[in-house]
């Protein structure tokens, strides 16, 4: 059975960890907000670029760049997008479960790696999977240059023939309490996923210089926007995860402390109680004797 000092000692444990977790729950949520108007800014910038790309592949179609040509060869890419952090809940372990299984299925025997945030990079250390490239330490910091520095490597490999598609797994910030794990073929780019829509204003654009010349210049801001937003969306389901899962750190740090304090209270009382019959008894005894 515990004793009064040991149940003081963990008392004063779990009050250290909730000065913790109710800090962090805060600092989450200033940052939270920050990168959720980030997202919601960059959501209607991509789906525009989608709308014109759409009219534009239509125009030009697969072979009008090199980065909508497909290719029937099995060599894959995939981008597994995590945190730099833990403390958020099953934000990462989600990305890898989800990673681990795409990697596992039976079609997907030639794939390499680029791991974004040490997570995903201390995860794949230890498996057999090939690792390319990692990007690590920046999602504090994150910006539009970062995503270029990614693309761009994706793209260039693309280009050379390294490899036939590139895959983006990242979370998908949904709620502060929703992340949904996503897995989206950023190359080659699919006609039939940006031509949504091309037209919905109701009439057909006019090109200068023409389809081809914009082509070659939207479609690797297209990539990179893509990339960009699936940063930013990590990002913001991070934050939203940890300042959820800080949450429920510091409620259940609050109910241990109220059931530690009710055991102290009792076994004190059991002490209080013992020690009132033993000088009872001893005094019962001496009576007895003085008597005798």
């Known amino acids: 059975m515990a004793t009064l000092r040991d149940i003081k000692r963990g008392i004063r444990s779990v ?14 949520a200033a940052k939270l907000r920050r990168a959720q108007e980030r997202v919601i800014g960059a959501r209607p910038y991509a789906q525009k ?12 179609g697969d072979d009008g760049h090199p980065l909508l040509v497909r290719r029937t060869g099995a060599r ?10 833990g403390l958020c809940g ?29 997570k995903s990079r201390d995860f794949f250390r230890r498996r057999q999977w090939p690792v390319k490239s990692e990007m ?49 073929q950023l190359l080659p780019i699919e006609a039939e996923a940006v031509a949504g829509g091309g037209d919905a204003a109701g009439g057909e654009y006019i090109f200068e210089p023409g389809p081809d010349a914009i082509l070659a210049a939207l479609l690797p801001r ?3 926007t893509q990339v960009y937003r699936a940063l930013m969306e990590s990002v913001a389901g991070e ?18 402390i109220g059931v530690l304090t009710i055991q102290y209270n009792k076994a004190r009382q059991e002490r209080i109680t013992k020690e ?6 001893g005094a019962e005894a001496l009576r007895q004797s003085t008597e005798a």
Do not use: C, W
Not at 49 to 57: F, H, P
Not at 105 to 114: A, F, I, R
């Open 15 to 28: 009050e250290s960890t909730q000065k913790i977790t109710k800090p962090m729950k805060l600092v989450a």
């Open 49 to 60: 670029m989608g709308e014109l790309l759409g009219s534009l592949v239509g125009r030009v």
């Open 76 to 85: 894959k890419r995939l981008v597994v997008i995590t945190a730099d952090k």
């Open 90 to 118: 099953a934000f990462n372990s989600n990305v890898l479960r989800a990673a681990t299984s795409y990697l596992r299925e039976g079609d997907n025997v030639d794939v390499t790696l680029v791991v974004v945030g040490k």
């Open 136 to 184: 690590l330490g920046f999602f504090d910091r994150l910006a539009y240059a970062h995503a270029q520095e990614l693309a761009s490597g994706l793209m260039a490999d693309y280009m050379a023939g390294e490899t036939d598609e590139v895959h983006l797994i990242y979370n998908e910030f949904r709620s502060v309490a929703v992340q949904r794990v996503t897995r989206q």
């Open 222 to 224: 297209h990539v990179t």
């Open 239 to 256: 934050f939203g995860a940890r300042m959820t899962a800080m949450e429920a750190a510091t409620k259940n740090a609050k109910e241990m």
């Open 276 to 281: 009132l019959l033993d000088i009872v008894g």
